[in-house]
């Protein structure tokens, strides 16, 4: 199992800013895609962002030119900009390696609030 820690979350007012931050102790996630998801009390687990290890990368259309996913693999790490936030974005986001069988390694989630 894939230990993954995600940080930067916090309380905003709408059309503030904040980076979350996702750090991989394993190597081979240079070889993997990473994404960011996000999950509302009630609510099913949604994917906002995926980067594959060459930094192709894919939006939800809810956060599609407001949010910006990188990585840096020489640290594995990924990053999650988020700008323009909105009130509907507030929910716990979670970092997640994939494998050929699915979303198999997460992080513990971070809280991301923004008020109106």
């Known amino acids: 199992q894939v230990q993954l820690l995600e940080s930067g979350g916090g309380l905003v007012q709408a059309g503030g800013s904040l980076r979350l931050s996702c750090v991989a102790p394993d190597d081979a996630v240079r070889s993997l895609i990473m994404g960011w998801h996000r999950q509302v009390a009630g609510k099913k687990r949604e994917l906002v962002a995926l980067?594959?290890?060459?930094?192709?990368?894919n939006y939800a259309d809810s956060v599609r030119g407001r949010f910006t996913i990188s990585r840096d693999n020489g640290i594995n790490t990924a990053y999650l900009q988020m700008n323009s936030l909105k009130p509907e974005d507030t929910a716990v986001y979670y970092c997640a390696v994939q494998t050929p069988s699915g979303w198999d390694y997460w992080g513990q989630g971070t809280q991301v609030t923004v008020s109106s």
């Open positions: 980067i594959s290890s060459g930094g192709v990368t």
